[in-house]
């Protein structure tokens, strides 16, 4: 049987971002996108790691390779760091195993308070615009605003709770530095949200990982380069079933 392809979403979206993705695996691979978009009772990473690992778990899903764009990789980390045997891969898709900075914190306070002023759907017209690069955004503004109105119903509660989530989320190096599994990063040169340079930082803690640097894309790669997201992400998961394979 194949090893289950997790993909996992990020903030200011849900897990129809991955149904093109999903739909070029689909029917050779079982990949599995669960959302947690609407949900305001979990209060840490941690908390969002264990339901996914829970709902998982409950598929009698026992390993994956966990690829999680934004907050799905802080989530994919903390899968990793309490269940190590059930990752089989990691990718980190425009996604950091750093801690926030003060300054970001402070900026995710900012954004709470904006959700409460000006609901979902004020606050995420901003918020998704700039997680594209200005180019795209400036070139593709259907694509951006269809992304909005996408996501414009989820509750502000679950807004606020993913937002603390993030802010108060711990630092996650070791997680790499110990990883005994493949590790991939996907790096948008563009990318508001997270910082290039420390992206590219981490490409080095794990002893084995490989990288997809996109020139032209901000945070949204999947979006803004499918093709070349697409291509590494099943390039990476057959070498993972390769390796599998060969140990089984």
């Not at 996914?52 to 903390?78: C, P, T």
């Not at 992304?147 to 989530?165: C, E, F, I, T």
């Not at 002893?207 to 697409?230: F, K, R, T, W, Y």
Request: hydrophobic residues 40%; charged residues 25%; aromatic residues 8%.
């Amino acid at each position: 049987m194949a090893t289950p392809l997790i993909l996992l979403h990020g903030y200011g979206e849900d897990a129809k971002i991955w149904d093109t993705i999903k739909a070029a695996f689909w029917p050779n691979l079982n990949v599995l996108t669960p959302s947690y978009a609407s949900r305001s009772d979990l209060q840490s990473i941690d908390e969002y790691a264990e339901a996914v690992y829970n709902d998982l778990q409950s598929q009698n899903i026992n390993r994956g390779v966990l690829i999680g764009h934004s907050m799905g990789g802080y989530i994919a980390l903390a899968i990793a760091e309490k269940y190590p045997d059930f990752v089989k891969g990691l990718g980190l898709f425009h996604s950091t195993s750093y801690a926030d900075s003060e300054e970001k914190k402070a900026n995710r306070d900012k954004n709470i308070i904006a959700i409460e002023e000006k609901g979902a759907a004020g606050f995420l017209k901003d918020f998704v615009k700039n997680m594209y690069s200005d180019e795209f955004a400036e070139n593709n503004p259907g694509i951006v605003e269809e992304h909005s109105k996408a996501v414009s119903q989820l509750p502000p509660a679950a807004l606020k709770a993913g937002m603390s989530a993030m802010k108060d989320r711990p630092d996650r190096r070791h997680v790499l530095e110990k990883a005994s599994y493949s590790v991939l990063f996907i790096i948008g040169m563009k990318d508001k949200a997270v910082k290039p340079e420390e992206a590219l930082e981490q490409v080095n803690l794990p002893a084995n990982s490989s990288q997809l640097i996109l020139e032209n894309a901000g945070h949204m790669g999947m979006v803004e380069e499918p093709d070349d997201c697409l291509e590494i992400i099943q390039s990476f998961w057959q070498r993972i079933e390769r390796e599998q394979a060969t140990t089984e």
